[in-house]
């Protein structure tokens, strides 16, 4: 599963605004990457032409080897079935039930009978923690269970790209940190293509294998997670870093000037933060893209900052969010055993419990489960495992 997405040379503008020119590069198949760039730059303008709803002025996108520019209708309505898009409000219609939301897309795009239909939205609910909240309204749930019921909708296609547009906008930091591990969970599941639209430094920092960089009408980097995190470039340090200082201002870039006075004032940059670790499945085995922690360093001999891969980094142990009262107990096994397994999670025994407002952030209680060519869902034992070799290793990256 999980296809690769090549731009070249996109670019685009409306009437006289140029939104960026000459974006090239390459969403690997299966891996997670994140966008990023400040308000603006055209991120969701992106996004549209990845799924064939805008057009560029120049450049392509080939999905398969098809540039969905230059596709037939016929070809653009199979090419939009391979996506997946998790809109910035989850987009639901208001007066529809969350199971009617969820079956929405089956029932446009495909014959299958009412009980097929069933068998699926109950899936791919389960999957995001919403068993229970199928006969509410989008009104009636919060925000998060929205963009999950959203993410549910997105999934029930079994999409080879996933592409989310600020999915942790107007979430809290908590539910922000189940919702990236879902999203983590289902990437190992489905081994979809995925794109994450974020301003969550944090998130950036933590979830993807690549990062990309939207500045001033053009991407300013795009790579492995390891590279932005460790550069020295001022606008993607300043940007990953969400400092005040560098070459970023207030509306758009600062002038000479200004910059003049930071240097004058002593603003100096502070040194790169430690790289944290990158936040694996709960199941606590890496994704199948995952590269080990420190291998783009070491392949290209940079050295990361003193502290990296620690799971003591400046942001955070963002992988293991605080867990509902409930299951306190198996939040102190969770963080007991990485502590133990130098990060591997180990959940031995967390509830399946269905979603209510209370028991919100808890949809990735377990293992993903894989589906076997027979179609039987068959559970990952989450047995206590070897940590995994990227996690292995406090100090891989170092040496
Ligand atoms: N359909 C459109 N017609 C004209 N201008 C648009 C259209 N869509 C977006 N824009 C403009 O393009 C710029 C980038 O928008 P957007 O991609 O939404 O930014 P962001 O990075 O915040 O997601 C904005 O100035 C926006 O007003
Ligand atoms: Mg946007």
Do not use: C
Not at 115 to 128: A, D, G, H, P
Not at 135 to 164: H, Y
Not at 243 to 268: H, N, S, T, W
């Amino acid at each position: 599963m999980g296809v690769d997405i090549r731009v070249e040379g996109l670019t685009k503008s409306f009437g006289r605004q140029v939104i960026w020119e000459n974006v090239s590069l390459t969403l690997p198949k299966g891996e997670i990457s994140v966008l990023l760039g400040p308000s603006g730059t055209g991120k969701s303008v992106f996004l549209k032409h990845l799924v064939g709803l805008l057009r560029p002025d120049r450049g392509h996108v080939f999905i398969e080897g098809k540039d969905v520019p230059n596709v037939s209708e016929r070809h653009l309505y199979e090419i939009r079935k391979m996506f997946g898009v998790l809109f910035q409000d989850g987009a639901l219609f208001g007066s529809m039930t969350i199971y009617d939301n969820v079956a929405f897309p089956l029932r446009e795009h495909t014959k299958k009978g009412e009980s097929e239909i069933k068998r699926i939205v109950m899936e791919k609910l389960e999957l995001t923690g919403l068993l229970g909240a199928e006969t509410k309204l989008p009104g009636e749930i919060s925000g998060g269970m929205r963009k999950r019921a959203g993410l549910a909708r997105a999934l029930v296609l079994d999409p080879q790209i996933l592409l989310f547009d600020e999915p942790d906008s107007g979430l809290d930091p908590v539910r922000t940190a189940y919702l990236n591990q879902l999203i983590v969970d289902l990437n190992a599941q489905i081994e979809a293509t995925m794109l994450i639209v974020t301003h969550d430094v944090n998130t950036a920092r933590t979830v993807p294998d690549n990062i990309g960089l939207l500045y001033r009408r053009h991407l300013a980097m795009f790579g492995p997670r390891e590279m932005l995190l460790s550069s020295q470039e001022p606008v993607v340090r300043q940007f990953l870093n969400a400092r005040r200082q560098g070459p970023i201002g207030m509306a758009e870039e600062k002038d000479a000037a200004e910059l003049e006075a930071e240097r004058e004032e002593g603003e100096e940059i502070p040194p790169l933060p430690p790289i944290p670790p990158q936040i694996g499945p709960s199941s606590g085995q890496p994704r199948r893209t995952q590269r080990p922690a420190g291998q783009w360093l070491k392949e290209n001999g940079v050295t990361p900052p003193p502290g990296s891969f620690t799971g003591e980094a400046g942001y955070g142990e963002a992988a293991a969010p605080t867990a509902p009262p409930a299951t306190t107990q198996a939040a102190t096994t969770e963080r007991q055993g990485r502590e133990r397994e130098g990060g591997a999670v180990t959940l031995l025994s967390r509830p399946r419990r269905a979603a209510t407002e209370d028991t919100e952030p808890a949809p990735t209680k377990r293992a993903p489960a894989k589906k076997t060519a027979a179609g039987k869902t068959t559970a990952k034992k989450t047995t206590a495992k070897k940590a995994s070799p990227r996690k292995s290793s406090s100090s891989e990256g170092d040496s």
